[in-house]
């Protein structure tokens, strides 16, 4: 975070030293792999706190609203949010099989491909639904809204309970679901979490985590997705954040070939996130078979 226009040898070093510190000034600048940045005034700056685990900053700007940064990342905004979590849960849920009854949809729909009766099978089960991370309650919120009438459980496991009180707090409209009597929440380490987990417990399995990095590190690797498969459903369907197309190439190729190296089918979709390095998003799927690759219409994210 910074303010002054330093000399040019200087910039860059007060920038990295001040990206991801508590708040001093009425800026805040998040820098990408030294290169790329994003700033933004801090009109006011509503908690700045240290957790067990990474800063929580939460600010209020003119243009995005409130917005939450952990360790110096922003993760979402009150003008964007609902591009991220409708983009994830949508690409997780229409993949999985549907009733006939909802055998009629639209392309950006949650319910498998149009018109091929072998995709829209029908699911008698109500859906067990695993959510990783997603401490903002923004998942949550968008699963048990859209789609209530057909699950009957969703278990959200977020290591960090300090993001769950802050976002009550500052961004009631997005944790607006941690009261839902269908919601199991689970304050511990996804990763323990999963590998004590029966064995073909879930349908879904969404993961909203931070960047693969720190404790989050092991979100992006063959053992992980390894494990996930063991706890998914034979017709589940595992779906994840997984960075920007054009600044974070490493991560999505190692993200999609080791999704590869445990799941017979994987997709990468796409969709806008303003707050987000790029401004342009990645979510990719995996399942044993993705009966819908198709992206969201814009208008989608727009008129949300």
Request: glycine share 6%; charged share 25%; net charge negative.
């Amino acid at each position: 975070m910074f303010t002054p226009r330093l000399p040019m040898g200087e910039n860059l070093d007060h920038m990295l030293k001040f990206a991801s510190m508590p708040s001093t000034t009425n800026w805040f600048q998040e820098v990408h792999k030294d290169n790329h940045s994003l700033g933004m005034s801090q009109k006011q700056v509503l908690f700045d706190q240290q957790s067990d685990y990474q800063h929580v900053l939460i600010f209020e700007n003119e243009l995005y609203g409130k917005v939450l940064v952990l360790d110096g990342c922003y993760m979402l905004s009150e003008l964007d949010e609902h591009m991220y979590h409708k983009a994830l849960t949508t690409y997780g849920m229409q993949n999985l099989p549907c009733h006939p009854e909802e055998s009629k949809t639209t392309s950006g729909s949650p319910c498998g491909t149009e018109g091929d009766p072998n995709a829209l099978q029908a699911q008698d089960d109500k859906l067990n639904i695993l959510v990783v991370g997603a401490g903002d309650g923004g998942i949550v919120r968008d699963l048990l809204r859209n789609w209530a009438e057909r699950i009957e459980k969703v278990t959200m496991v977020e290591i960090d309970q300090m993001v769950i009180d802050a976002c009550k707090q500052h961004f009631p409209q997005v944790a607006a679901e941690f009261d839902n009597p269908k919601l199991e929440l689970k304050v511990e380490d996804a990763l323990k979490f999963i590998k004590s987990a029966p064995d073909q417990s879930y349908d879904l399995v969404l993961c909203d985590s931070t960047d693969p990095e720190g404790f989050a590190a092991g979100l992006i690797e063959v053992d992980f997705y390894q494990s996930i498969k063991r706890v998914m459903k034979p017709s589940g369907v595992f779906c994840a954040q997984s960075g920007s197309p054009f600044l974070m190439k490493e991560e999505l190729e190692k993200t999609q070939t080791n999704l590869a190296k445990v799941f017979d089918d994987v997709h990468t979709f796409h969709g806008p996130m303003l707050v987000y390095p790029g401004g342009f998003w990645c979510y990719t799927a995996a399942g044993a078979k993705l009966i819908n690759k198709n992206n969201l219409d814009m208008k989608e994210f727009v008129n949300a």
